[in-house]
């Protein structure tokens, strides 16, 4: 049976080969208890969350102890009372880090109070807002923080049965979490009579199948209940009435990474870094039109500049920066004069867009902000499961408005017709999908307003990205070569070699692959 | 076009997957682990599975259609021996993915969702492959393709052919 003394022999044996091995590579520092990446752009980073990824072997649950792993949950379940255990984690201040920000210890607080012969701990994995993959990270580099962090909140609600609701689209990570789960039992630290006591807990692997809408908490329970994944209408709290109507909590991936942390360095400890009102750090997928596109975590309340050029490198390929789009689908477009916002739950609510799973797509002068918007509205009308009208009908509306402005056909009231759905949609819609859809519309609509209206009135987009209202044109720095007349699929450029050549606009179907052709750049879309 | 399954030549496929419903049937919500095993199995969900189905769990089959439509990852048809999953995220999308989509549709004649008649490729669009920093990326079956461009799909897909 596994107990405190065990975790120490093994720790005391596995610890040193550990830093044996990272010391023959010129990549970690080792000082003292800590364990860290060497590069610079590492220093700028304070990991919690991502402590041991790219540190530890994640197929070996010895180099997670090594690590200090599974001691925070031996002390737990040997020492303190459930209740005590909330209380730590109420005091540490850590929100959810899924996208809504709520307290995880009064998450917890909800299920303990609630009797049940049965409770359930859910670690939501579906990790589907397009551009965040932190969640596929640590379960791919640190599965074992999952569990153990799985096991503590089961210790602290009464459960003894554990899901983890991971995305199919993540093989390598389903076949790490079914290997550590195998470990963990193999060791003792799942499973029953836990650390010689009387707790017991299992963890059990179910996959998604490709709906978005099952990062829902409610729909997600319905998914693992083997219905479709449609939202429930929110009577009761998940924390009293969730999977199979038992008290349920569900965390995400993140927020239990940061669980056995916590215990292991103290609430004061963890207060320290970040804000008040955002205790710790956030992970964020800092992606697209930046020079190092990577994971970075940061404390709290860092500002999206910093983040942006301090750690991304700002804008390669010396284009100009225009905005950095926050929380996926229900976020907004952020642009440059408010890069000075601290990233914390409020003040990125305070302009217009969220938190949410941390993606940070970063946008550059090529970047039609209506298309973008258009991006996300299609996404959300693809993925709305249709239970309600307001989201099912409205986002639909919406997006086919966003596709006639964008094809050159938008009407005057067009702008006000879609800040008028977005009112109904967000407030008549039944879950957070169908509330937030119209972010990225509104917040574009907020900032880039003048984007929209050059598209409406003078049917012309200033990005240059929305293909039916691009003109082509050929400009005397054409040499004739006819290059651009021998691709053209239409046949519409006319001229004799080393003349000039010219583009007949009512024919050209604006492909772009005379453009690609020109030797000399002549071609110019405007 | 039209793919039939034919039960006499999956018989030992059918029965492995006979064995895993015994297995797993009393466990409760087990409907999706089932169907992800025959979709893993078959490679699509056919008619004469999704009875079977049906019959062993004791669901009525519309309730089960009603599952299997829902998801994206179901298919009534075949997946063809390549599967191309093409993500268009946020980060690939900004990055040109649509243009990549479309190369690969022209370079197979074949739309996203649908497989070549002769089940060599699939095309499936994903929602994010979680491979933000690698944008734009595609894979096809394990192997992963990043930083993409138009030009080079012609040479990858030969690959595969």
């Keep these: 049976m596994i107990s405190l003394e065990i975790l120490e022999d093994i720790k005391g044996k596995v610890r040193p080969e550990l830093e044996n091995r990272l010391r023959k590579e010129d990549k970690y520092i080792i000082d003292g208890d800590e364990i860290g990446l060497k590069d610079e752009y590492y220093q700028k980073q304070t990991r919690i969350a991502l402590k041991n990824c790219d540190i530890i072997d994640p197929k070996n649950i010895e180099e997670y102890i090594a690590m200090d792993g599974y001691s925070s949950l031996g002390k737990i379940v040997t020492t303190m009372k459930p209740k005590e255990v909330i209380d730590i984690v109420k005091e540490s201040g850590l929100r959810g880090r899924g996208g809504a920000g709520f307290p995880t210890g009064r998450k917890w607080e909800t299920a303990y109070e609630y009797d049940a012969d049965k409770k359930y701990v859910i670690c939501n994995a579906d990790e589907g807002d397009p551009g965040a993959f932190m969640d596929r990270s640590i379960l791919e580099k640190d599965p074992h923080a999952v569990l153990e962090a799985m096991a503590i909140s089961g210790y602290a609600i009464g459960s003894d049965q554990g899901f983890i609701y991971v995305r199919a689209e993540y093989p390598v990570a389903v076949q790490r979490l079914k290997l550590a789960i195998e470990q963990a039992k193999e060791l003792g630290v799942l499973g029953n009579n836990i650390f010689g006591t009387d707790f017991n807990f299992d963890i059990e692997l179910r996959l998604g199948a490709g709906a978005f809408v099952c990062g829902e908490g409610t729909a997600l329970m319905e998914s693992i209940e083997g219905k479709r994944g449609m939202p429930r209408t929110k009577i009761y709290r998940t924390a009293h009435r969730g999977l199979w109507q038992k008290p349920t909590i569900i965390n995400n991936v993140e927020t239990f990474a940061n669980i056995p942390v916590i215990f292991q360095k103290g609430v004061d400890w963890y207060r320290s870094i970040g804000t008040e009102k955002s205790p710790g750090t956030k992970v964020f997928a800092l992606v697209g039109k930046v020079q190092r596109a990577d994971l970075v975590e940061v404390p709290m309340g860092m500002s999206l500049r910093e983040i942006i050029y301090e750690l991304g490198g700002g804008v390669p390929d010396g284009k100009r920066f225009k905005a950095v789009q926050t929380g996926g689908p229900s976020g907004g477009c952020i642009p440059e004069e408010l890069l000075d916002t601290p990233v914390d739950f409020e003040s990125l609510g305070k302009i217009g867009s969220i938190m949410g799973s941390g993606g940070m797509v970063v946008m550059d002068e090529d970047d039609c902000m209506v298309d973008i918007a258009k991006f996300f509205l299609d996404f959300t009308v693809d993925e709305s499961c249709g239970k309600c009208v307001p989201c099912r009908e409205g986002t639909k509306r919406m997006l086919e408005i966003l596709e006639r402005i964008t094809e050159g056909n938008g009407k005057e009231d067009d702008i006000d017709k879609m800040e008028k759905l977005a009112e109904t949609i967000n407030s008549a819609s039944l879950c957070g999908l169908g509330q937030t859809a119209s972010n990225p519309v509104l917040s574009t609509l907020k900032y880039f307003r003048d984007e929209y209206e050059a598209h409406i009135k003078d049917k012309r987009c200033p990005a240059g990205s929305c293909s039916e209202l691009l003109r082509y044109f050929i400009t005397d720095k054409c040499i004739g070569c006819t290059k651009c007349k021998k691709v053209c699929p239409v046949s519409c450029i006319s001229g004799k070699v080393k003349e000039i050549h010219i583009i007949d606009e009512d024919i050209c179907i604006k492909c772009g692959a005379c453009a690609d052709a020109c030797p000399t750049n002549a071609i110019i879309r405007k | ?161």
Excluded: W
């Design chain 2, 1 to 161: 076009m039209e793919f039939i399954f034919n039960k006499e030549e999956h018989k030992e496929e059918i029965q492995k997957f006979e064995i895993f419903i015994e297995e797993n049937k009393d466990k409760p919500g087990a409907l999706m682990p089932v169907m992800q095993e025959a979709q893993e199995i078959f490679g699509y969900l056919p008619m004469e599975i999704l009875q079977l189905i049906s019959r062993r769990l004791n669901i009525p089959l519309s309730e089960i259609y009603g599952v299997a439509t829902f998801y994206s990852q179901f298919s009534f048809i075949p997946t063809g021996e390549n599967k191309i999953s093409i993500c268009l995220g946020t980060a690939c999308y900004v990055k040109g993915a649509e243009g990549i989509l479309e190369e690969i549709e022209n370079q197979l004649g074949i739309k996203r969702g649908g497989t070549t008649p002769d089940l060599k490729f699939s095309i499936v669009d994903t929602r994010c492959l979680g491979d933000c920093s690698l944008a734009p990326v595609f894979t096809i079956n394990n192997d992963v393709y990043p930083n993409v461009k138009r030009e080079d799909i012609k040479g990858i897909l030969e690959k595969y052919r």
